[in-house]
């Protein structure tokens, strides 16, 4: 009797889900409130990393770039889960996740990074300076910098030091906007454990005032946990009736564009906002590289905030009479160093600069 033989296993098709084609389904508004740019502007972001992300075969139906950046662009705008983000896309949660990890390394890469992310070369610097003076009347500012904490989960390695002072874990980014709410300088690698005064001294932002490739004449706005500078210029913690009140006043309020830049930055891509789920803390560090030149992506294209749960936003409230110089020539020289600054350290440059320009 022959034997019997197993029957053969017929092979069954792949089935692919339906992937929703939003560049072609949605308004530019309705694209602005889930993806943060609009159709033109992923394109545009899509260009960047496109010969990164493309695949030389459509075998398998081979995500396109655009589809990549949608994807990515879905999960810093919202923090959804991966898992949902397949869903609303018509993919798997674990093609989400390779996807995230491939364009955020396209998209932090060096000259992308160095292309959005940078300080105003020296003819800029003139400009810069008149448009911060409309803020408030304070001279001779080209940004305002300040510390903020991008929480994260319990890492597995050196934890202790991600634990910040509020006693959740964080990566402590520092952030330098100008006041057109740019961002021209980013650190993001410290722990949440590491004082802002120890990440602004050991950051390249530092070298170039001290070592003169920023030219005299110019400052940044902090606040007094930065320690004051001859190039840093923070607020008096005590101060006397008068040009030291007056200075307070003006710092105050100028230096406010770092904190509604921040603001503006964490509304428009939320996975800032919450608790980033991914380890380890490097990747958390390029999530915000990324979110940075998308930020200014969308500023250097017009692009507006429109959450259906916060219109309006991106600019910045009216009651903060805050008016931005709409100054387009870069050819301006930047103005040298007045004559009466003689102190070198921080505490006695301050004085003279209060008593000169607030007096």
């Known amino acids: 009797m ?76 919202t923090a959804k889960m991966q898992l949902c983000n397949g869903d609303d896309l018509g993919v798997s949660q674990q093609t989400v996740s390779r996807v995230i990890s491939e364009t955020l390394d396209a998209l932090c890469a060096q000259p992308i990074f160095k292309r959005f992310i940078k300080f105003p070369p020296i003819q800029q610097l ?78 390249g932002l530092k070298r170039m005032f001290e070592t003169g490739a920023v030219p005299a004449g110019c400052h940044l706005l902090g606040d007094s946990g930065d320690g004051c500078k001859t190039w840093l210029l923070t607020p008096y913690l005590r101060p006397q009736p008068g040009y030291q009140s007056n200075y307070n006043r003006a710092n105050k309020k100028t230096r406010s564009v770092v904190e509604m830049g921040i603001g503006q930055w964490k509304r428009r891509f939320h996975v800032l906002h919450s608790e980033i789920r991914l380890t380890p803390p490097a990747k958390v560090c390029k999530i915000i590289f990324v979110c940075a030149v998308l930020h200014n992506i969308c500023k250097d294209r017009n692009i507006q905030l429109l959450l259906e749960d916060d219109p309006g936003h991106d600019q910045p409230p009216a009651e903060d009479n805050i008016q931005m110089a709409a100054n387009d020539d870069d050819d301006d020289q930047v103005e040298p160093p007045l004559a009466g600054y003689q102190a070198r350290d921080g505490l006695p440059y301050r004085e003279e600069f209060a008593r000169l320009h607030f007096q």
């Open 126 to 203: 003139q400009q810069k300076k008149e448009q911060f003076r409309e803020v408030a009347g304070f001279p001779e500012v080209v940004g305002a910098i300040d510390g903020t904490h991008i929480r994260i989960v319990k890492p597995s390695e050196f934890e202790v030091e991600y634990v910040n002072r509020k006693r959740y874990h964080s990566i402590n980014v520092q952030v330098v906007f100008d006041a057109k709410y740019n961002i021209i300088d980013l650190e993001a690698r410290w722990p949440g454990s590491v004082h802002d005064s120890r990440i602004l001294n050991e950051s």
């Open 2 to 77: 022959a034997e019997q033989q197993p029957p053969l296993r017929v092979r069954q098709p792949r089935v692919f889900r339906e992937r929703n084609d939003v560049l072609n389904e949605l308004s530019d508004n309705e694209l602005i409130k889930r993806y943060r740019l609009d159709r033109e502007g992923i394109i545009f972001v899509t260009d960047l990393v496109r010969p990164v992300l493309l695949r030389p075969t459509v075998a398998n139906k081979a995500l396109t770039p655009e589809q990549k950046v949608i994807i990515t662009l879905r999960y810093v705008a």
